[in-house]
């Protein structure tokens, strides 16, 4: 960790270099460490520390980014000039106007100096609790337990400087029998919040109960989507359809439709980069106040996610989510939250006469932008739900559905969530659990 | 380097390491992209840093830092020896390597143009003939052109000796159409040479100036907007399939690479990506597909994205039978998990991404060998059938059985033509069924080795560039489309 006044130090250093008309510089320190375990014991076990500066430089209406993670002045000289080099050889970008100028920024609490020391013997100890728990019930324990150290500062030559660090704790697992899995995950931004035992116990009663699994027909079902589940479907909604570069392009259903019903009723999302509930983030790459947005609100499509390009081609300004540039993207949404409904999830199972209960979704891909019709298959824990009550497990199934028509077809909403964290993205998620009535299985497999 | 990497070693011996090694890694990345006529995309990032690996108490410890300097390595080492230390409080067994393996050698990239020396002007002014030869077909809605070069300088050094040079280079490209019709919600791509972005090779710049993205630009355009219109791919439960050799990398790539890594088959990425249906027991007694189906995993083959020197616990490239006339054979293998299966030595399938980040087994070029077909005798020989053609979206179960591909274009095959197009085109399978289906697959003349840049696998997350070399190949009784 580098801290704010070292960091601003680097920041002052190559806006000092830069002898463009506007520059900026995005530093970000990361330091991260990892438990990986198998087979019940630990298999990899990594710590990496990187300082990445980023240099955007701009003359007139030409824009060239170069980035290094070397922190020498050296360094960090050549790569101001490497950006100047290309933004000679860039043609103008006539949408642009300037960088944006300094707003304030609201500070957000999100550091655990307990997550920050978290020491590898920590880490040990909590994966070991997992591990005997594994062995005691004769099952095999499989997961990796993260803890990172993050900060970020944008600064640039207007006068803006903006700083923000942060922790979460991230732990998953999987237990398997011979036949059968389950799965259990918890993020937080304090390590010592993680309840080694209760995930053991959650995963590995689901593998234990999900032992000689059988096989049902491929079809329509109603499902119970645990918040693992739900967590996916709010990935490829922020990805395909919560953003205005979406729109712009005609890719997202949102399109032509605020203001008007395009879920269920009880169904709202919304992003918030400074909510404590999230991993929270309180201004975007290119330094501006991430705004709250509401996506859907009772139903109702209400807005998209902004940077500063894609508003400026709407006459608006960004709601702060750009991701950093050039980025060919567009803006987004890195904090949704989905609001519970009104049902303990133990009572959820009861309304159901006949369907399938998923733990989580695996390796889905979309299939069709506009209608988030997307495949993937079910694991580590699906089952057949008969009269209120789940019967037998089930081997996995294969979907290939849309998320869309499922958000309108709601049945029950939790009132319990959980937030995740997505390695890939770098984004956080709070998902309730809920009940879906004609989910779409188009195959099993073996 | 080399004062950091003796240095490096000789501390985490001194710290009770039984084995340690160290890469020193330098990346650089250019990217370039056009949209719309316009330069969206130039960017220049350099990366640079150090990994430490070490065995302490029989198991692993890893540690790795950006700043490449010589009181930086003893912070690191220390690091990783406590993080072994830790490790070794929950392990089952000591970690083995079989025999030491000492080599001094070094490895370039055999290249004709180096493409970080092809001025930024250039490249540009190629992307932007390529983006105005698809915007000037009516009916696109979004244009785009895209390059990519990487120049990977690494070093490995270990406590066995050993002390490799690599310098990687690898050049990529891509253009893609895509056009809407509002009123009826569709949404409609084409993509070439590949799509995902681009194909990529570990070639300079004389890769790029043989896609041919201009002359292409206007057909891959004018096959977005016509998809906008093309009928519905049907529903069959059994047809006979023709894939491009594209889309056969992606299956290959999927169905055969990944569950022949032996670390997901001993359950170390059962949490994460999976394991494998390929258990030790079939080993050369598995009918994995049919008598013309032989794979190799070849880090040898010039241009693959998965070819190089050495791999990065230093082993040296080469090439292994996967599958032979069907049967499976072989397995991508590290020296620990060759050891733990009694397989002798590494086949050198252990790559990293970048310095911060450990080696785990990867694909390196699993390669479908071409068999005898010339492609236009495959099509008139097949009377009912469907061609599909450049991948639109993948997926596949975690012990890599049950799969689903979309493909981007597709055709009617009827009488040995190729007749009505077909949008939203789909099949899906189960892995050792469809290869056992396979009854053609064509030669060496439409043979591509491509490039997938974009594999990712492990936590935390690696990306991989792996390389598939494949000719287009036919499949009978394949279930086609379940799109509404």
Not at chain 1, 94 to 114: C, G, K, N, Y
Not at chain 1, 142 to 159: D, H, K, Q, R
Not at chain 1, 212 to 231: D, K, M, Q, R, S
């Amino acid at each position: 960790m580098l801290g704010e006044n070292k960091i601003r130090e680097i920041a002052h250093q190559v806006l000092g270099f830069s002898k463009a008309h506007q520059t900026e510089v995005i530093v970000h320190v990361t330091d991260s460490a990892l438990t990986r375990f198998a087979n019940s014991s630990i298999h990899q076990n990594v710590a990496e520390s990187d300082t990445q500066v980023r240099v955007r430089v701009v003359y007139g209406k030409k824009i060239g980014v170069a980035s290094s993670n070397d922190l020498s002045p050296e360094a960090l000289q050549r790569t101001v000039e490497t950006a100047r080099a290309i933004a000679q050889a860039q043609s103008e970008d006539p949408e642009f106007d300037s960088l944006p100028t300094p707003q304030p920024i609201r500070r957000v609490e999100a550091f655990s100096e307990a997550t920050a020391g978290f020491s590898p013997e920590q880490r040990a100890q909590v994966v070991s609790v997992l591990c005997k728990q594994a062995r005691a019930r004769n099952v095999i324990a499989a997961g990796a337990f993260s803890t990172t150290v993050s900060e970020i500062a944008v600064a640039n030559s207007l006068g803006l400087f903006a700083y923000h660090a942060g922790t979460y704790a991230d732990i998953n697992t999987v237990m398997m029998t011979d036949t059968s899995s389950g799965y259990a995950s918890f993020t937080h931004q304090d390590a010592r919040a993680v309840n080694a035992e209760a995930l053991a116990n959650e995963a590995i009663d689901k593998a234990l109960r999900s032992r000689n699994p059988t096989t049902i027909a491929p079809g329509e079902y109603t499902v119970l989507l645990e918040e693992y589940a739900v967590f996916d479907m709010l990935n490829f909604f922020a990805m395909l359809s919560f953003t205005a570069q979406a729109m712009q392009e005609e890719r997202s259903f949102m399109k032509g439709k605020l203001g008007e019903r395009v879920m269920d009723a009880r169904v709202t999302i919304w992003d918030d980069g400074c909510t404590p509930e999230a991993i929270p983030l309180p201004f975007d790459f290119e330094g501006v106040p991430r705004q709250k947005v509401m996506f859907v609100e009772n139903g109702i499509a209400r807005g998209v996610v902004y940077d500063t390009a894609t508003a400026r081609r709407e006459g608006k300004t960004s709601t702060g989510h750009s991701l950093p540039a050039p980025n060919t993207m567009g803006p987004y949404a890195m904090h949704v939250l989905m609001a519970p409904g009104d049902t303990p999830k133990s009572e959820m199972l009861k309304t159901i006469e006949r369907g399938i209960w998923v733990t989580r979704f695996w390796y889905t891909r979309p299939v069709h932008p506009m209608k988030v019709l997307v495949t993937g298959m079910t694991r580590d824990g699906t089952f057949l739900i008969e009269n209120g009550e789940v019967t037998q497990p089930l081997k996995n199934l294969r979907f290939t559905t849309s998320y869309l028509d499922a958000f309108n077809h709601v049945r029950a909403i939790s009132r319990e969530t959980r937030l995740f964290y997505n390695d890939w993205g770098g984004a956080s998620r709070v998902a309730p659990a809920m009940v879906v009535d004609g989910f779409r299985f188009t195959g099993a497999t073996q | 380097m080399k004062d950091i990497a003796t240095r490096a070693l000789n501390l985490a011996q001194m710290r009770g390491a039984t084995y340690a090694d160290i890469r020193v890694v330098a990346r650089d990345t250019q990217r370039l992209a056009v949209k719309n006529g316009k330069v969206e995309v130039i960017q220049q990032d350099e990366t640079q840093g150090f990994g430490v690996r070490v065995i302490v108490n029989g198991a692993w410890g890893f540690a790795a830092s950006s700043r490449v300097e010589m009181r930086q390595v003893e912070e690191v080492v220390a690091r990783a020896v406590a993080i072994a230390k830790a490790s070794a409080l929950v392990k089952t067994h000591d970690v083995h390597l079989g025999d030491p393996i000492s080599i001094k050698e070094s490895y370039t990239t055999p290249i004709k143009i180096n493409p970080f020396t092809v001025p930024l002007s250039t490249k540009i002014d190629l992307l932007l003939r390529a983006d105005e030869a698809m915007r000037r077909v009516p009916g696109v809605k979004v244009t785009r052109a895209e390059m990519a070069f990487v120049r990977e300088d690494k070093l490995l050094a270990s406590t066995e000796d050993s002390l490799i040079n690599q310098e990687i280079i690898e050049s990529g490209c891509g253009i893609v159409a895509l056009a809407t019709d509002w009123n009826t919600g569709e949404v409609q791509v084409r993509s070439y040479p590949n799509s995902v972005g681009r194909h990529q090779q570990t070639r300079g710049y004389e890769f790029i100036l043989e896609q041919k993205l201009v002359e292409n630009a206007p057909r891959v355009a004018e096959e977005a907007v016509a998809l906008l219109t093309a009928d519905q791919c049907p529903s069959y439960d059994a047809t006979t399939l023709i894939l491009d050799s594209s889309q056969l990398a992606l299956q290959i790539h999927e169905s055969c690479g990944h569950p022949i890594e032996l670390d997901r088959v001993l359950g170390s990425e059962a949490a994460y990506a999976g394991t494998s249906f390929l258990t030790p027991e079939k080993l050369g007694r598995f009918r994995y597909g049919s008598e013309v189906v032989n794979i190799v995993a070849d880090a040898t083959v010039p241009g693959g994205l998965g070819t190089f020197g050495f791999d990065d616990e230093g082993v040296p490239a080469q090439r292994t039978d996967i599958v032979r006339n069907g049967i499976f054979v072989g397995y991508l293998t590290s020296r620990e998990t060759a050891q733990q299966l009694g397989l002798g030595q590494s086949n050198g399938a252990m790559r990293a991404d970048g310095w911060a980040r450990p080696p785990i087994i990867r694909m390196t070029n699993i390669n479908l060998l071409p068999g005898t077909w010339d492609v236009n005798d495959l099509i008139a020989d097949t009377d009912d059938g469907i061609w599909m053609e450049t991948n639109r979206s993948w997926s596949i179960d975690d012990k890599r059985l049950n799969f689903q591909f979309g493909t981007e274009i597709a055709w009617e095959i009827k009488k040995g033509k190729k007749t009505r197009l077909l949008k939203n085109a789909t099949y899906t399978g189960i892995t050792p069924e469809f290869w056992r289906s396979c009854d053609a697959v064509c030669n060496e003349k439409s043979w591509i080795v491509w490039g997938t840049p974009n594999c990712g696998k492990g936590q935390p997350p690696q990306v991989a560039h792996t390389g598939h070399g494949a000719a287009p190949a036919r499949f009978r009784n394949v279930r086609v489309g379940v799109i509404k």
